[in-house]
């Protein structure tokens, strides 16, 4: 499976960005698609996910409300729609696929995309 995330740049605080994340290779019946992002100098957290069928997502508290994750099956595509950013935005963000039940946690997910870079002045 490859994954590859693509959309990232340059953006002011208070405006929107449109990641994507396109998937090739092997195809599952049930999966997880997972977004996460990289600020410099901190771990890499959680931003959200969707289920195979496109009816649940679920999202980090501190994007909630501002980040809309969406699907495309006939695609092979996911989305993450970015709101109202902010300069604690600014990450490289990776989309990663989860072959059993995802969750928050990275060790669910088993491929990982390459990652796009975000980065929101203020």
């Known amino acids: 499976v490859q994954l590859q995330a693509s959309g990232g740049g340059l953006v002011q605080a208070g405006g929107s960005l449109n990641l994507s994340c396109a998937a090739s290779?092997?195809?599952?019946?049930?999966?997880?698609m997972g977004w996460f992002r990289q600020a410099p100098g901190k771990e890499r957290e959680f931003v959200g996910n969707i289920n195979w069928s496109g009816d649940s997502t679920y999202y980090a508290d501190s994007v909630r409300g501002r980040f809309t994750i969406s699907s495309d099956n006939a695609k092979n595509t996911v989305y993450l729609r970015m709101n109202s950013l902010k300069s604690e935005d600014t990450a490289v963000y990776y989309c990663?696929?989860?072959?059993?039940?995802?969750?928050?946690?990275?060790?669910?997910?088993?491929?990982w995309g390459q990652g796009t870079q975000v980065t929101v002045s203020s």
């Open positions: 290779g092997r195809s599952f019946s049930r999966y997880v």
């Open positions: 990663a696929l989860a072959t059993r039940l995802g969750g928050i946690s990275q060790g669910w997910y088993d491929y």
